[in-house]
């Protein structure tokens, strides 16, 4: 592996389940690894970028803002929701599956997070097998990209 992209708990879709902000995460996982860091999560600008690279990452991943250009194939519709909508507008959600996703917050988001805090609902004990990597190749809290599949973000119908 030449190099790894390392999300923190901003980021859009997967944030793992250990909540580890970039401002914690990016620096750990400088520390311990030994190949170039690409910070992710969160970033929309070149202050988020400088902050990153202050942090020790040789470069930075966008997604969410990305996704806002005029070059991505998304409806305006969903752009203009992203871009109206502030810091607090976005769900946590499969979080009892421990398959946590981060995705924009609206009535199907809002509704599945009150279903994962239904009473009686079952809680998946330990979640799915650790991503988490030993020491040597990236410490505590420093997590691999998820190579399964990925959840799309519940964008659509405000
Ligand atoms: C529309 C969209 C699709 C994505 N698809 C994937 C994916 O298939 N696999 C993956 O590991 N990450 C995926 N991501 C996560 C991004 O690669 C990136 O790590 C994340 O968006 C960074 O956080 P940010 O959106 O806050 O910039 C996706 C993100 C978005 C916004």
């Given amino acids: 592996m030449d190099v790894i992209s390392i999300d923190g708990f901003e980021c859009a879709g997967h944030p793992g389940e250990d909540d580890i902000p970039g401002l914690v995460l990016i620096p ?21 970028m400088a902050a990153a690279l202050a942090l ?4 930075v991943n966008m997604g969410t803002r990305f996704l806002c250009t005029r070059e991505a194939p998304v409806h305006d519709a969903v752009k203009q929701a992203l871009v109206a909508a502030g810091e607090r507008d976005t769900n946590l959600i499969l979080r009892s599956l421990r398959n946590t996703a981060r995705v924009f ?13 239904r009473p009686g ?35 659509s119908s405000a």
């Fill in 28 to 48: 750990a996982a400088v520390r311990a690894l030994k190949i170039p860091v690409i910070a992710s999560g969160g970033i929309a600008d070149g202050r988020g």
């Fill in 56 to 59: 020790g990452a040789q470069g």
């Fill in 105 to 117: 917050k609206n009535a199907v988001s809002d509704e599945v997070v009150a279903l994962e805090r």
């Fill in 121 to 155: 609902r079952r809680r998946v004990r330990g979640g799915a097998p650790s991503r988490r990597r030993p020491a040597r190749t990236g410490g505590p809290g420093v997590r691999r990209r998820p190579g399964r599949g990925w959840c799309p973000p519940a964008w």
